[in-house]
């Protein structure tokens, strides 16, 4: 009884903060990951007006278009909204503070993590705090994340409550046991990690435990405008890919294409480059595919462009037809840019011609045989994904293909 009640009290307060804290740690990241490629990018800088130097600002018509030539909004309105929800969730201000709407001129806007004005609320502070052990953890050479079976079942990615807790207190995050196991309840409750099965509440014990949210997710700007932004989910079919372009304002289609051009092609119209499945199974890693424009999503489950599925036996036969290759791939600022699908093996379904993995020398109707050393062989491409996704950013990949 005593369980039920607490995983009850669970679940109400989960299921409390999840649409808030969702939105809130979307937005947090998307602006986050913008800010960063500004700065790369030269956007974000020291600028004069009137005498007076303002640091680490852009200008507002500027920034429009460096969005549309980046492919991140089809319109100046449409980069508009995306900036103006980033104003709106206090990512970024007007440098004097003087404009409440973000306008396409000349103006000066700055990220507030550059001024130091970004107001930390106690929710901000613990998905802060969770975003950086979640970056510690994948940074260090640690055996902590491993796959383990738990009633039954084998989870990918697991953590031991009572090792998570070692590790926090060795890498000095918390000075006790008592207050580390305290940081792990407040990372569940406010949906950062969760029990494998949802029956626990975090305690200092050896039960399994994942994060739910994959901060290394390359988010696409338009996404903040989405359905599921707004506290909708839009309905996706499991086996859909991402699409990795969207559609051009003029109304040509450039969707990347998930099947040779030469046969008939169902486009997919999606939201960012990746080499994960969109679905989102129960481990909450994945989330549903937002829409790039007003029209909804193309749901629909195109062909494999395999010619025929192949075993592991066969693939590894000697002197069979195969050949292996190797492919190490550092992820962009919105993904690999590849998406897998199949099972036992899986096989690489598509890859965008300008992306990180086109770049290393992936193409389609590749078998995956292994990601960052683990054979892959027997899994499905959800598994597959799930070990991409939640792994580095620079993924290491073992591929047969035909000679």
């Known amino acids: 009884m005593v369980l039920g009640r607490e995983m009850d009290a669970i679940g109400h307060t989960t299921q409390k903060k999840a649409a808030e804290l969702e939105l809130m740690a979307e937005v947090l990241v998307t602006g986050e990951q913008l800010r960063l490629r500004l700065h790369?990018?030269?956007?974000?800088?020291?600028?004069?007006?009137?005498?007076?130097?303002?640091p680490n600002c852009f200008v507002a018509k500027e920034?429009?278009?460096w969005l549309m030539e980046h492919k991140e909004a089809s319109d100046r309105d449409t980069a508009i909204q995306i900036m103006q929800k980033l104003l709106d969730q206090s990512i970024i201000h007007h440098v004097c503070d003087e404009h409440r709407?973000?306008?396409?001129?000349?103006?000066?806007?700055?990220?507030?993590?550059?001024?130091?004005?970004?107001?930390?609320?106690?929710?901000?502070?613990?998905?802060?705090?969770?975003?950086?052990?979640?970056?510690?953890?994948?940074n260090t050479e640690n055996n902590l994340l491993q796959s383990r079976e738990e009633e039954g079942g084998t989870f990918e990615r697991t953590l031991i409550a009572s090792e998570f807790i070692d590790w926090l207190l060795q890498e000095g995050e918390m000075g006790t046991r008592e207050e580390?196991?305290?940081l792990g309840r407040r990372l569940l409750e406010h949906g950062i990690i969760q029990h494998v099965t949802n029956k626990h509440h975090f305690s200092d014990g050896a039960l399994l435990y994942q994060f739910r949210m994959n901060f290394r997710r390359r988010r696409r700007l338009m996404?903040?405008?989405?359905?599921?932004?707004r506290g909708g989910i839009i309905p996706e079919n499991h086996?859909?890919?991402?699409?990795?372009?969207?559609?051009?304002?003029?109304?040509?289609?450039?969707?990347?294409?998930s099947v040779s051009p030469t046969k008939e092609?169902?486009?997919?119209?999606?939201?960012?480059?990746?080499?994960?499945?969109?679905?989102?199974?129960?481990?909450?890693?994945?989330?549903?595919?937002?829409?790039?424009?007003?029209?909804?999503?193309?749901?629909?489950n195109p062909k494999s462009v395999l010619k025929r599925q192949v075993s592991p036996e066969e693939l590894q036969t000697p002197g069979g037809p195969y050949i292996k290759k190797t492919f190490t791939i550092l992820g962009d600022a919105v993904g690999w840019g590849f998406v897998v699908r199949g099972n036992k093996p899986c096989h690489i379904q598509a890859?965008?011609?300008?992306?990180?993995?086109?770049?290393?020398?992936?193409?389609?109707?590749?078998?995956?045989?292994?990601?960052?050393?683990?054979?892959?062989?027997?899994?499905?491409?959800?598994?597959?994904?799930?070990?991409?996704?939640?792994?580095?950013?620079?993924?290491?990949?073992?591929?047969?293909?035909?000679?």
């Open 40 to 54: 790369e990018g030269k956007v974000i800088k020291d600028r004069r007006h009137h005498l007076r130097t303002y």
């Open 351 to 403: 890859v965008d011609p300008s992306g990180p993995a086109a770049a290393a020398g992936m193409k389609v109707c590749q078998f995956v045989v292994s990601v960052n050393g683990l054979n892959v062989l027997s899994l499905d491409y959800r598994t597959v994904s799930n070990l991409i996704l939640t792994g580095p950013r620079t993924v290491v990949m073992e591929v047969m293909e035909e000679a």
């Open 265 to 300: 092609i169902k486009v997919v119209v999606g939201a960012r480059r990746s080499s994960m499945s969109s679905s989102c199974g129960s481990s909450g890693y994945y989330s549903s595919s937002p829409t790039l424009s007003s029209s909804p999503p193309v749901l629909c």
């Open 180 to 182: 580390a196991e305290q």
């Open 63 to 65: 920034l429009i278009d």
């Open 101 to 138: 709407e973000f306008k396409d001129l000349k103006l000066f806007y700055r990220f507030r993590k550059d001024d130091g004005t970004f107001p930390l609320d106690n929710q901000a502070k613990v998905f802060m705090r969770g975003q950086r052990i979640y970056e510690k953890l994948m």
């Open 223 to 229: 996404e903040l405008l989405s359905e599921r932004g």
């Open 239 to 257: 086996d859909s890919p991402f699409c990795l372009r969207k559609q051009n304002s003029d109304g040509g289609n450039t969707s990347f294409l």
